[in-house]
């Protein structure tokens, strides 16, 4: 299972877009890059999952450029509510074991 | 659907005492996991379970037991508990194995031993 290496924390002014990036040097050929969210006092919730290029949905874009070595979470315009810790998965169909790591801890400030 | 569902969200046991964690999930879910959650530590697998009668350890598994009687649920065991067992703790579920499924977390249960 690829590691992943992620920023400790960042902070943001609110109506900014931010960028969170992930390093996963060892990432293997069939491996999926997933984007958890978590915020005080929850569980993690998956918000985006891409295997090459960009995937949007209504949360965020994910950006994997063509070595697949690294991807980068994009949030457009964020607000306080999406102060929140982010992790980033790396793996495929195969394993039963998931690091998760430690995570970025995003701060949005008014 | 209620999703992933913990009891107890907070407990508070003195050293040596026993108990169980529950976690239920209403998905039909194949895999089923257990983690912790430390500040600075990040998530830590404690077991994991890829369908009913079948389970195994995953890095943090000492001092806890688990079983997979049902599909619905997986409940954790602390069999002696211990002051460095203080820790939130959460179960997921995914549709079946492989990282590229995506986990559904519970809310957590806060655990504290004295």
């Known amino acids: 299972l690829a590691k992943t290496t992620q920023p400790i924390s960042m902070d943001s002014y609110e109506g900014q877009e931010v960028n969170i990036t992930c390093s996963h040097n060892?990432?293997?050929?069939?491996?999926?890059i997933t984007w958890y969210q978590q915020f005080p006092s929850q569980g993690p919730r998956f918000i985006i999952q891409?295997?090459?290029t960009k995937v949007t949905n209504e949360v965020a874009s994910l950006f994997i450029p063509a070595d697949r070595k690294s991807s980068t979470l994009s949030l457009p315009r964020v607000s306080l509510s999406d102060t929140a810790v982010y992790y980033c998965?790396?793996?495929?169909?195969?394993?039963?074991?998931?690091?998760f790591g430690t995570g970025t801890s995003l701060t949005v400030i008014p | 659907n209620a999703g992933v569902t913990q009891t107890p969200k907070f407990q508070v046991l003195k050293t040596g005492q026993s108990m169980t964690l529950q976690c239920a999930q209403d998905m039909n879910h194949e895999y089923m996991s257990w983690y912790r959650q430390d500040p600075g530590m990040g998530l830590r697998l404690i077991h994991y379970s890829v369908g009913a009668g079948i389970t195994d350890q995953g890095e943090v598994p000492n001092g806890y037991n688990v079983s997979r009687s049902t599909t619905e649920d997986f409940p954790l065991r602390l069999l002696s508990a211990a002051p460095s067992q203080t820790s939130v703790y959460f179960c997921?579920?995914?549709?079946?194995?492989?990282?590229?499924?995506?986990?559904?977390f519970g809310d957590g249960t806060r655990l504290s031993i004295l």
């Open positions: 998965l790396v793996g495929g169909e195969a394993g039963n074991q998931f690091y």
């Open positions: 060892n990432i293997a050929t069939n491996d999926y």
């Open positions: 891409g295997y090459k």
């Open positions: 997921a579920s995914s549709y079946r194995t492989g990282a590229n499924q995506p986990q559904h």
